[in-house]
């Protein structure tokens, strides 16, 4: 479980740097909390509203993580609020 940029950033790292060939295998990040219909302060990566997390995108591309995907099993949103969140983000990116 990563809380942390520099957590994020040095398992990614550390990962490019122990394949035999380096960029050959997906950099894929779990996601375990669903998006905030408002803007967070104290937010951990891709957690927040659609458009903190739409900027963490970005981010992302620049370490080329290859997929993400959320897991919204752990938070008590109500399935639908999650879906028009994640559709939020959509139109952003």
Same mark, same amino acid.
Request: no cysteine.
């Given at each position: $479980?990563? $809380?942390?940029?520099?957590?994020? %950033?040095?398992?990614?790292?550390?990962?490019?740097?122990? %394949?035999?060939?380096?960029?050959?295998?997906?950099?894929?990040?779990?996601?375990?909390?669903?998006l905030?219909?408002r803007?967070?302060?104290?937010?951990?990566?891709?957690?927040?509203?659609?458009?903190?997390?739409?900027e &963490?995108?970005?981010?992302?591309?620049?370490? %080329?993580?290859?997929?993400?995907?959320?897991? $919204? &099993?752990?938070?008590?949103?109500?399935?639908?609020?999650?879906?028009?969140? $994640?559709?939020?983000?959509?139109?952003?990116?």
């Amino acid at each position: $479980m990563l $809380m942390s940029w520099e957590a994020l %950033e040095e398992a990614v790292t550390t990962f490019r740097e122990a %394949e035999s060939d380096p960029g050959s295998l997906p950099v894929v990040v779990r996601v375990n909390n669903s998006l905030k219909d408002r803007p967070v302060d104290d937010r951990p990566p891709l957690g927040g509203s659609a458009d903190q997390v739409a900027e &963490d995108l970005h981010r992302l591309r620049a370490l %080329e993580v290859d997929e993400v995907f959320w897991s $919204m &099993d752990y938070d008590p949103v109500p399935p639908d609020a999650q879906l028009e969140r $994640m559709t939020e983000l959509l139109k952003i990116i």
